[in-house]
T-cell receptor, first 112, second 114 residues
Framework: AQSVTQPDIHITVSEGASLELRCNYS??????LFWYVQSPGQGLQLLLK??????LVQGIKGFEAEFKRSQSSFNLRKPSVHWSDAAEYFC??????????FGTGTQLKVEL | NAGVTQTPKFQVLKTGQSMTLQCAQD?????MYWYRQDPGMGLRLIYY???????DKGEVPNGYNVSRLNKREFSLRLESAAPSQTSVYFC?????????????FGNGTRLTVT
């Protein structure tokens, strides 16, 4: 069965600092991987996705993620965080189709 | 463009009461999903409908039923609510190919069962 681990429940960074959110997945074959963001009181919005090809994928709002098969990881990065990036971030995996398995989320706080 | 619309936004039920959560999408998507979100547990799939006329169980289906009324609408019913069903419920839709159509989420229904 597929699974996703987000080891950091909460992360606090200063505005302008770089950010990396960790995601490790378990899946037997090549996975489809996603990062979603959830602002308070809202549904989830897709940041970026990886299916195949270039292992560094670019998303919206200046985010990027790198797929590392050897480490079963798909970490999300942003060079310079803005106060508006404060939200909860979810990593998700599927082997195909849209039955996604989500991680437990990482709550990002941005200090001004 | 409304996307995925969920009603109601908030609901409080007493144990044993029933209710139906409504979901409609206007993107002509084939597939629709119901997730629940609980603190520290992420989102878990309750039921999904790959296409009109079909429904299947997800990870946590017990205590729920669904109806795919037509291509646009997918409802979730709690026949006899329990406190363990206190959660935030999200409806989502997509086409079958995640490469072309990732999940689009509604804004959620916050349900409290007392």
């Amino acid at each position: 069965a597929q699974s996703v681990t987000q080891p950091d429940i909460h992360i606090t960074v200063s505005e302008g600092a770089s950010l990396e959110l960790r995601c490790n997945y378990s899946y037997g074959a090549t996975p489809y991987l996603f990062w979603y963001v959830q602002s308070p009181g809202q549904g989830l919005q897709l940041l970026l996705k990886y299916f195949s090809g270039d292992t560094l994928v670019q998303g919206i709002k200046g985010f990027e993620a790198e797929f590392k098969r050897s480490q079963s990881s798909f970490n999300l990065r942003k060079p310079s965080v803005h106060w508006s990036d404060a939200a909860e971030y979810f990593c998700a995996v599927t082997g195909g189709g849209n039955k996604l398995t989500f991680g437990t989320g990482t709550q990002l706080k941005v200090e001004l | 463009n409304a996307g995925v619309t969920q009603t109601p936004k908030f609901q409080v039920l007493k144990t044993g009461q029933s209710m139906t959560l409504q979901c409609a999408q206007d993107m002509n998507h084939n597939s629709m999903y119901w997730y629940r979100q609980d603190p520290g547990m992420g989102l878990r799939l309750i039921y999904y409908s790959a296409s009109e006329g079909t429904t299947d169980k997800g990870e946590v289906p017990n205590g729920y039923n669904v109806s795919r009324l037509n291509k646009r609408e997918f409802s979730l019913r709690l026949e006899s609510a329990a406190p363990s069903q206190t959660s935030v419920y999200f409806c989502a839709s997509s086409d079958r190919d995640p490469n072309n159509s990732p999940l689009h989420f509604g804004n959620g229904t916050r349900l409290t069962v007392t």
